[in-house]
């Protein structure tokens, strides 16, 4: 069920900084939100990070991360593709030549570079912190000894502290142009791409032909500075004035890449007054998942009024006859059980509580049913948990997107288990 | 002399319809009359139902047809714990009766003690799942109570049943949730006074079976074989002078029941029977199985077929012998226990009696096209065969009683739609083909450690043109381990040439709290 076509839109975005608020979650909810409801489906989401990929399932674990489509981990060195995050071993065979790990190593010591910790050490990145002020005459010094082994190389130098070196044919712009190369040559190429980034080593992927850029508002110096030092048309980048994902947001209406509204942005739509919905299609499918987990955080947290006519789209969403096999292990009716959710409006309020949809994708079983399937993750005090769910949507021209739920059925994600949960 | 209450009186009452045509009896609305057969939360009613009567003729009248009339009866199925999954659409069975009602004894009939390992048992278990769940119904009718039910539940791998009689016929409790028939209860109150019993059992010092046994309407001792005939006689006439109707039944060479006169399983049988004929859904064919003194009456019930099966009780043979042998609607197995029970399939005529794990030969492959054979149309519970079959054959390739060669294997790898998922009970999804074809080398992994697998509540429902959703509980036994148990989910499409004609799409699977 993974999107294996060639892509509506392509996103390249770096995390830290970027689509990463270390300090706020709400943006990067945002632009999941968007990106599961609407672009899931034909789109492709890659993230280009300078973290190896343990720190990378660490970030995951702390933020609302979405899955990504492909990963291009280590500053460019190492690319993953889908759920399994299978390695691309033909990029390998291209970064192995002109590549000695060991003669780096040995010009460190002689340099006596002060290594990063071991989980940023890569086969194909060798990683140390040198000091701004002491980056004018090591770098130099590096170079030529580096040059001197007869190695491929590329150092890059970014946040003031942190320096990485690495094959020549690495570097995120390198590996997002191999990409490009693979997946045209697979007849996938995008139709638009949009990179993102924040500093130095994201500067390569403004480099790459025929794709917009977005910088975020919180950019550092060193890429503000590269672009202004840009000449002739740089109509193709944006400087965002917002923060990180609420940045891309930004761009993807600036540059017209639509949808660019996030669900988290607008009333979701409790019903459909006088007119009836129309035949549901894939989107509406997507759309439909991530707007009633929205709902029931919402509720939860008090977001909305405890209305009746949202708490109706909450219950006759789910049909009369509907079955839930709870992760905890009974099978319940939700339409019947989701009475206990009334009380609990707003028992969220002014707490840590996020409630939201990875993964969403849908089979078309027939004009009148789907099967989805989607990860719902929910973040509360109590902790991070996740459930692999499957679910059966059959068309229903009464509800905003032409469809209600029959069957939920969910699993703990295996090192994610909650307990049995109060709320629906 | 006869100890047992003859059942001639309630038959006569059964078979009289000008007396049933006297009975307005209105028909019951079903919520969904075709969609609940084979479930074993069966919602049988909609509402509250009262059955009003004729003026004429209430005397030869059963009794209970004028308590329920009284009484009201409801019956509501909850969706609490165990409930089978239903999307309120198409069922594979599309008719209003089941085609067959098997009801069963439990101990020494479905479940043999003798073997641990429950192979007949799980035999049983697999061609009901494969071949009965989705048209059939399933009922025990048993001596236990309901608490040593729940108690052989554990040690037994026995399938959810539609119903239960408990308790000799004194009890009647419908799907898991077990919501007794009150009209039954009502009726049985009649002539009947628990208190009373006890005082003269007491009187003739006879010794009273666990607490568990003695149950409002069932109040049991254990006796000497040697002093039966006149401990019966005695207490029947005791129990006369007081005013009371008691049946009193003597089986396994020591149980002793008293119960209300209108009480047993045959009149439970019968009242249910009744029931479901006043409703439009009466089985098409019933199938009543035992082994021992309390099941007599059962065979006696008006149309049934009968099956005794082998290792039986002496008192049932004896009545077999004298009233039983020249109906041709009865059998007397050879093979023990659930084994004789499908002997009986066979040798009666009651549909299929090969199991998937029969008809899987040497080399893995099906030996028959059992689809075509029952007439059955297209796509029609063949998803739900199809997980039958499956999972027999994995069973069997895990526990290396199938060849281990590729060929052989390709029966699990060529029924999978090529990116379909799986949600394992653990909380990892794969590639279903990925995984499938992962355990190609655990061939015989489990040769020693008696690996079973059971399928119970299987159901199967239409959602769209060839396409198909199947819901069933799945559990999984070996040696020395507890039983596990998962909620399935699986979608299938239709598929030429495939074993049955689809293909897997998708599965989901939940560990069941323990």
């Known amino acids: 069920m993974e999107f294996m076509g060639a892509p509506r839109l392509l996103i390249v975005s770096d995390l830290d900084h970027t689509m990463v608020d270390h300090k706020d979650q709400l943006s990067l909810l945002r632009f999941g939100a968007l990106w599961e409801s609407e672009f899931n489906h034909d789109s492709l989401l890659v993230y280009s990070t300078g973290r190896s990929p343990t720190m990378f399932s660490d970030l995951r674990r702390e ?41 780096v190593e040995e010009v460190a010591a002689e340099m006596n570079l002060k290594y990063q910790c071991d989980s940023e050490q890569r086969p194909h990145k060798v990683s140390f912190h040198v000091r701004k002020e002491e980056s004018a005459h090591i770098m130099p010094m590096l170079r030529e000894k580096l040059t001197a082994k007869g190695l491929d190389y590329k150092l890059i130098y970014s946040g003031g502290l942190d320096l990485d070196v690495l094959p020549r044919a690495a570097g995120k712009g390198q590996a997002l142009s191999y990409l490009l190369k693979k997946l045209k040559a697979e007849g996938r190429a995008p139709q638009q791409t949009l990179v993102c980034g924040d500093s130095g080593n994201d500067i390569e992927l403004f480099g790459v032909d025929n794709v917009y850029g977005v910088i975020v508002a919180n950019a550092q110096d060193e890429l503000l500075q590269w672009h202004a030092d840009q000449l002739g048309d740089k109509s193709h980048i944006f400087v965002a004035t917002e923060r990180c994902a609420a940045g891309i947001i930004q761009a993807m209406q600036h540059f017209n890449l639509r949808p660019n509204v996030s669900p988290r942005d607008i009333s979701v739509p409790l019903s459909v007054h006088d007119k009836l919905a129309p035949k549901p299609d894939g989107g509406a499918v ?82 009148d049913s789907w099967l989805v399937r989607f990860d719902k993750w929910e973040r509360s005090d109590a902790g991070l948990t996740c459930v692999l769910t499957s679910a059966l949507l059959q068309a229903n021209a009464e509800f905003p997107n032409g469809l209600y739920w029959r069957l939920i059925h969910e699993t703990w994600l295996k090192g994610y288990e909650g307990s049995a949960a109060l709320k629906g | 002399m006869s100890v047992f209450v003859s059942m001639a009186s309630l038959q006569a009452c059964l078979m009289s319809t000008p007396l049933c045509a006297s009975l307005s009896l209105p028909r019951l609305s079903l919520a969904h009359p075709v969609a609940h057969l084979s479930r074993p939360t069966l919602r049988f009613f909609s509402g509250d139902h009262s059955i009003t009567m004729a003026q004429s003729s209430p005397m030869s009248m059963p009794a209970w047809v004028a308590s329920c009339a009284r009484g009201r009866m409801r019956f509501r199925a909850s969706l609490k714990e165990d409930t089978a999954i239903d999307v309120g659409s198409e069922s594979v069975a599309a008719r209003a009766s089941p085609r067959l009602m098997l009801v069963s004894d439990l101990d020494s009939t479905m479940v043999d003690h003798t073997d641990k390992a429950h192979a007949s048992l799980l035999r049983f278990n697999n061609l009901w799942a494969a071949e009965y769940a989705h048209n059939s119904l399933l009922v025990f009718s048993t001596g236990r109570s309901l608490e040593k039910y729940t108690e052989l539940r554990r040690q037994a791998p026995l399938l959810t049943p539609a119903l239960c009689i408990f308790s000799v016929g004194t009890e009647i409790r419908y799907g898991v949730t077990m919501e007794p028939d009150q009209d039954w209860e009502n009726y049985l109150n009649q002539g009947w006074d628990q208190a009373v019993v006890l005082e003269e059992v007491k009187r003739l010092n006879l010794r009273l079976q666990d607490e568990s046994e003695i149950r409002p309407h069932k109040v049991s001792c254990q006796i000497d074989k040697k002093d039966a ?24 060479g020591l149980d002793l029941d008293v119960l209300p006169k209108g009480a047993g399983k045959g009149e439970a049988l019968a009242f249910l029977l009744h029931k479901m004929k006043t409703e439009g859904w009466a089985p098409q064919e019933t199938l009543v199985c035992g082994d021992s003194g309390n099941d007599i009456e059962l065979f006696e019930v008006d149309g049934v077929h009968g099956v005794i099966v082998g290792g039986a009780m002496e008192e049932l043979k004896h009545w077999y012998e004298e009233n039983g042998k020249h109906n041709n609607r009865l059998h007397q197995a050879k093979e023990r226990c659930a084994g004789g029970i499908v002997e009986a399939l066979e040798e009666l005529s009651l549909g299929p009696y090969l199991s998937p794990r029969d008809r899987m030969g040497p080399n893995g492959i099906q030996l028959s096209d059992t689809a075509s054979e029952n007439g059955q149309p297209k796509g029609s519970g063949l998803a739900q065969r199809e997980v039958v079959e499956f999972n027999t054959f994995f069973e069997k390739w895990i526990n290396g009683e199938v060849p281990n060669d590729p060929e052989t294997f390709q029966r699990l790898t060529s029924v999978i739609a090529p990116g379909s998922t799986m949600v394992y009970p653990w909380g990892v999804e794969k590639n279903l083909l990925e995984s499938v074809t992962d355990a190609q080398p655990k061939h015989g ?39 596990t148990g998962y909620f399935a989910t699986a979608i299938f499409r239709e598929k030429e040439g495939t074993p049955n004609g689809v293909e897997w799409l998708r599965v989901h699977e939940t560990p069941r709290k323990s």
């Open chain 1, 63 to 103: 933020v609302p991360l979405l899955t990504p489509g492909i990963a291009i981990l280590a500053c460019g060195s190492e690319i993953f593709y889908g759920d399994t995050m299978t390695q691309d071993f033909g990029f390998i065979d291209e970064l192995n030549k002109g590549w000695n790990r060991a003669a």
């Open chain 1, 286 to 367: 997507s759309r439909e998942v991530v707007e009633y987990l929205l709902l029931t955080e919402q509720w939860l947290r008090g977001d909305i009024d405890a209305s009746e006519e949202a708490f109706r789209r909450l219950k006759f969403g789910l049909a009369k006859e509907s079955n839930r096999v709870c992760p905890w292990g009974v099978i319940e009716n939700p339409h019947e059980e989701i009475d206990t959710l009334r009380a609990q409006h707003g028992s969220q309020k002014g707490k840590l509580f996020y409630i939201w949809a990875d993964r969403v994708r849908s089979i078309k079983l027939s004009d």
């Open chain 2, 229 to 252: 005939t006149e401990i019966i006689d005695t207490l029947s006439r005791r129990l006369k002078d007081r005013g009371l109707d008691v049946k009193i039944i003597f089986s396994h």
């Open chain 2, 445 to 483: 992994l489990t040769k020693d450690k008696k690996f079973r697998t059971w399928i119970d509540c299987i159901q199967e429902q239409k959602l769209a043109e060839g396409v198909f959703m199947v819901t069933w509980h799945a559990w999984q036994m070996s040696e020395g381990a507890e039983r």
